[in-house]
T-cell receptor, first 113, second 115 residues
Framework: GDSVTQMEGPVTLSEEAFLTINCTYT??????LFWYVQYPGEGLQLLLK?????DKGSNKGFEATYRKETTSFHLEKGSVQVSDSAVYFC????????????FGAGTTVTVRA | SAVISQKPSRDICQRGTSLTIQCQVD?????MFWYRQQPGQSLTLIAT?????????ESGFVIDKFPISRPNLTFSTLTVSNMSPEDSSIYLC????????????FGAGTRLSVL
């Protein structure tokens, strides 16, 4: 079935460091791909999305490109801040008329000042 | 976007009791979902709740344990029945965005501890 495999954490970085969180997926057809973020004590928020191959989602300095050839959707940010400390979830929605989300395991990121 | 309010935000319950979690949305939405997030783990979909029809449960979840109501387009409840410590989790509701059905908005969750 459809699934998402996400880089395990936790990840600890210093401020202004480069962040990459790897995400690969398995799906039939052409899924939509998402990154959600969960800040401490809060619910999930959509960070960015891509709905077709080669699309690049971006928000708050984060970027991810939908790579069909490698079935990947890696999250990157060039210079992290303490406020980026959160749990990041990669997710997919398998078909255009199936809006269920399958989530990766989540990666906890801690940014130190 | 949609604003989702979940109640209660947290609760501590005794084994064998039941808890009903409420999810209120500030706009009419077609699809609502209920997820469970066990400690240190990812989200697992429990069921899809559409107004006017029975909830659709995912493998491993049954209506007797997790009855769901969806009386209108802005409200849903999830009941966790006959609780055991294994039910200790965060329970989240989400809705599909009216402007883009493949986007979901989430409530802040209900943190449940069962003693």
């Amino acid at each position: 079935g459809d699934s998402v495999t996400q880089m395990e954490g936790p990840v600890t970085l210093s401020e202004e460091a480069f962040l990459t969180i790897n995400c690969t997926y398995t799906a039939t057809g052409y899924p939509s791909l998402f990154w959600y973020v969960q800040y401490p004590g809060e619910g999930l928020q959509l960070l960015l999305k891509a709905t077709k191959a080669d699309d690049k989602g971006s928000n708050k300095g984060f970027e991810a490109t939908y790579r069909k050839e490698t079935t990947s959707f890696h999250l990157e940010k060039g210079s992290v801040q303490v406020s980026d400390s959160a749990v990041y979830f990669c997710a997919l929605s398998p078909r255009s008329n199936d809006y269920k989300l399958s989530f990766g395991a989540g990666t906890t990121v801690t940014v130190r000042a | 976007s949609a604003v989702i309010s979940q109640k209660p935000s947290r609760d501590i319950c005794q084994r064998g009791t039941s808890l009903t979690i409420q999810c209120q949305v500030d706009s009419q939405v077609t699809m609502m979902f209920w997820y469970r997030q066990q400690p240190g783990q990812s989200l697992t979909l429990i069921a899809t709740a559409n107004q006017g029809s029975e909830a659709t449960y995912e493998s491993g979840f049954v209506i007797d344990k997790f009855p769901i109501s969806r009386p209108n387009l802005t409200f849903s409840t999830l009941t966790v029945s006959n609780m055991s410590p294994e039910d200790s989790s965060i329970y989240l509701c989400s809705v599909t965005a009216n402007e883009a059905k493949n986007i979901q908005y989430f409530g802040a969750g209900t943190r449940l501890s069962v003693l």
